[in-house]
């Protein structure tokens, strides 16, 4: 029942894995996002570059619903999760949840886990084999270069191999799409590598990705398109060879300039 | 009367701590749960009436709650003080635990980082099995040391049943040092609590222990 009506929903006509129109979220007076729209088709990379505060985090967070936007469409392959402001039902959220996954900053594993089941509970509470399930777990950490490390805890690992087991964990659900917030910035610099090394390898399998990121060298060469946000709304958005080569806005120049000192 | 003597008349009365002791620990400690939860409910009436009632719990003698729950029915509607007096006193211990239980469960579930939260749902986990599977075990791991302290003292406080004449160890004991004008049954006592929170620092620590595979 719950099916038929997902597929009946009213489509978004796109092609789009995800589609985002005319976003927007205040926190009390202060708008951070003020109507954000962007696409992303299956298979691309998006890096999202833009100084802090300028509602980048802010806005992967209302993609996948950690925060309530308070006006605009979400679609996910054309069906509203958010429509006009309004949400799905809770049950088709959580249906929603299962074709993105997120990797946070400050890779937040579940410390009392191992990494087998921190990669592992959310599949099998889905109702996934267990089997199967850990099978698909010990194939990702060897992708990750984490072979061995299915029974350390996340307190016994570097911040990269932690990093790398959340994104095993994250892909470990068969998402669609795959979100990074900042991915790096809680690292050591020496360890930012090993992170975007593994992005990068996905980004080669053809994994979509929205990486929010300061990372200016990895966002150009691993991205199909950069969008520069400031002041909540996109000032920019292109190739990242003309975002970053040939900028058109003052604003991205200025920015960008920051940067490189 | 000798030593010997009295140890055998007061040991018959450690059944009676024990069971003040671990039929508190069994009610207080998930009623302290339940308490937790309605002093963080987000309807304000709901956590401002639970704030409320654990103020006078932590802020009233131990002591006065066990006359009141005593004795106040007797005062006030005219009935009978419960002949098993086990079952005032247990009432009274477990709801004052718990006010103390539920202020170590609030701070310990404060003290867990909202991303643990974010990332279990994120993940699709519903929010009972966020806080069974994610939430609650590092928060009792967290607070293990704050509740040892409270079960410290349990074994102490069970001697204060001898307010309501409950034939526990130390009511015994008293009765001796009275009948006999002897101090030695307060001795004998204060052995037989030492020993006791011996026994239970032991077993706490080594629940503690266990707890220590992650940091």
Redesign the interface.
Known sequence: MAEQKINTTESGSTASILSIRGLQKSFDSLSVLKDISLSVDRGNVISIIGPSGSGKSTLLRCA???EHADGGDILYDGQYALKDGVYASKAEL?RF??R???V?Q?F?????YSVMRNIS??PI??GENREEVRERAMMLLKKMGLEGKENA???QLSGGQQQRVAIA??LA?NPEILFFDEPTSALDPELTGEVLKVIRQLAEDKMTMVVVTHEMPFARAVSNRVIFMDGGVIVEQGHPEEVFGNPTQERTRQFLRNYQQ | MSLMTMIVKMSEGLGKTCAIFFLTLLFSLPLGMIVALLRMSKVKIVSAITRFIITVLRGTPLMLQLLAVTYGPYYLFGTNVARNKLIPVVIAFSINYAAYFAEIYRGGIESIPVGQYEAAEVLGYTKLQTFMRIILPQVIKRIMPSVTNEVVTLVKDTSMAFTVSYQEMFTIGKQIANSQTSFMPFLVAGAFYYIFNVIVDYLMGRIEKRLDYYS
């Open positions: 996948t619903f950690l959580n949840r299962t993105f996954g997120l946070f400050n937040n594993l579940f410390p009392h509970e959310a509470l889905h805890y996340p307190c964990r994250a659900i």
